[in-house]
């Protein structure tokens, strides 16, 4: 991967609202699509990731989205609560060509009670 | 399971000096990334070993900068001399294989500044 641009930079959400995240990227070859959580002192964490077989994939109160043709995907954060604020970063890579990760700018996310 | 082991977590220097930086894996992971993380940025791969090897230093700045993974476990990351603009926060992280879905596990970090 190349390029990954990540919007918004900041975020701010009231307690229970939903946060979107959206990022876009630019290698075709692009087939896998992690989003990492990084609070505040600590290494960045997976919470969710997306293969690109895949449009659509849900975790409890978290989702991804992927749109391959437009090649842009989406983290979505429903009934948000105060541990959910932090960094939220989206990476992209290709599996069977470089195997590296290009990981977006982040979204400082601050849930507000 | 033990996580990724980073040591120190911080370090202050001045330019033109030499510091290092100690990772310590998952235990069986055979891949090992160093990240150069900027105030506000995304981490960015210095470098990656599968096992003992280097699988890609592309982004590593060779003149400064140099990695090492003898023994194909614990690794270490060295800048000489440093300079302003690498103040940072170095992440080591690690995988089971070197594929790009492969789950990296990050250590907390050494954040470095330079003056």
């Known amino acids: 991967g190349e390029n990954v641009e990540q919007h918004p930079s900041t975020l701010s959400v009231q307690e229970g609202d939903s946060a979107v995240i959206k990022c876009t990227y630019s290698?075709?070859?692009?087939?896998?699509f992690p989003w990492y959580k990084q609070e505040l002192g600590k290494g960045p964490q997976l919470i969710i990731d997306i293969r690109s077989n895949v449009g659509e994939k849900k975790d409890q109160r978290i989702a991804v989205t992927l749109n391959k043709t437009a090649k842009h995907f989406s983290l979505h954060i429903t009934e948000t609560q105060p541990e959910d604020s932090a960094v939220y970063f989206c990476a992209e890579g290709a599996t069977g060509g470089g195997n590296k990760l290009t990981f977006g700018t982040g979204t400082q996310l601050k849930v507000e009670l | 399971e033990a996580g990724v082991a980073q040591s120190p977590r911080y370090k202050i220097i001045e330019k033109r000096q030499s510091v290092a930086f100690w990772c310590n894996p998952i235990s069986g992971h055979a891949t090992l990334y160093w990240y150069q993380q900027i105030l506000g940025q995304g981490p960015k791969l210095l470098i990656q070993?599968?096992?003992?090897?280097?699988?890609?230093d592309s982004q590593l700045p060779k003149d400064r900068f140099s990695a090492e993974r003898l023994k194909g476990v614990d690794s270490t990351l060295k800048i000489q001399p440093a300079k302003l603009e690498d103040s940072a926060v170095y992440l080591c992280?690690?995988?089971?294989?070197?594929?790009?879905?492969?789950?990296?596990?990050f250590g907390p970090g050494t954040r470095l500044t330079v003056l």
């Open positions: 070993f599968q096992n003992n090897g280097v699988v890609d």
């Open positions: 290698d075709s070859a692009s087939n896998y």
């Open positions: 992280a690690s995988s089971l294989e070197g594929l790009a879905n492969n789950e990296q596990f």
